[in-house]
């Protein structure tokens, strides 16, 4: 990365940003709640190029909810580091969130941006408005690890191979191994300075993708036999109950993949996947297109969000009324009437 390509603004920002990182004894860093591989690699990258770089200093991994990182993902260096937010009593001098457009998405770690010094955001996600000091907003940008490798190569921070590595999984995960419309000639340099530091692409796509537990693929393999399409076949949908995660032994984390397995019908331009949670009378949405049709605006009618290829929210209902309300808006979106449209399941 070449410093005289960054705008004055971003290098005053880079500048700032890193003068609270030298001037911290304490860093902690954050990604969203339900982390995916870009705000798990994104923490990862960058906290471990930090602790290369600052060995005296106490750089600190939050998970923002309880639990542990996703297994799919445990293959990343430093992920046996991650906390759990609500368990850490920590003061940082300086709190870094990655891949998080507001601050309720940081859930438990909320708790220590309020003990925080100074408050640092690196994201790729569209806000209503900024919560930290400094803000690295970029919404064009393929995914935070982008963010944070240009970041690094600005400041001089080596990036080694298992930094690398955690970035290009966060990259390839986010434009799901570059077959997303975001993989975006910026992605792809990216990529290529990443792995001439020494990334492992095989080794990402091995862990990620071709891994997955014989349970999982049974669900899949339920989730696709309930797919159906409506809008002429423009518009595709499937779910998965509670219930059925626990028949085949699979834990919500595994479930990322889904949503993908749905997109992938021939002809469909948007897709939504539902998931109901262990939460009684709740359940999670994923909405993908595989056009220019944005669905961050669906999901942001149910108080969700997200990009204009992928999106999520949260509904307080049942599958049945969560498709009977978001199927007619895809119908809508895709230019096709909604009429006589009812789900039962």
Known sequence: MCK????????????????????????????HTSPDGDALGSVLGLGMALVERYPKKDVVFLLADRGCVPRIYQFMAGSERFVCAADTACAPDLFISVDSPTLERLADSVQVVERSRNVVCFDHHPAREEFADVCVRRPAAAATAVLIEEFLAWAGIPCNKSTATSLLCGL???????????????????AARLVDAGADPS???LEVYQSQRLEYLKLESLVMSRIHTVAHGRVAYSYAYASDLTFYGVTADECDGLVDVVRSVRGVEVCLFVKETECCHKVRGNLRSKCDLDVSGIAARFGGGGHAA??????E??????LNDALPMLCELVGESAAGLHVEL
């Open 310 to 315: 992928a999106a999520g929210f949260t509904y």
């Open 4 to 31: 005289e390509a960054l705008s004055p603004d971003l290098v005053n920002d880079y500048q700032r940003i890193l003068k609270f990182i030298e001037d911290a004894s304490c860093i902690a860093i954050s990604g």
């Open 172 to 190: 390839m995960t986010d434009t799901g191994r570059f077959q997303y419309q975001n993989a975006d000639p910026a992605a792809f340099a990216c």
């Open 317 to 322: 209902g049942s599958i049945v009324e969560t």
């Open 203 to 205: 080794l990402i796509a």
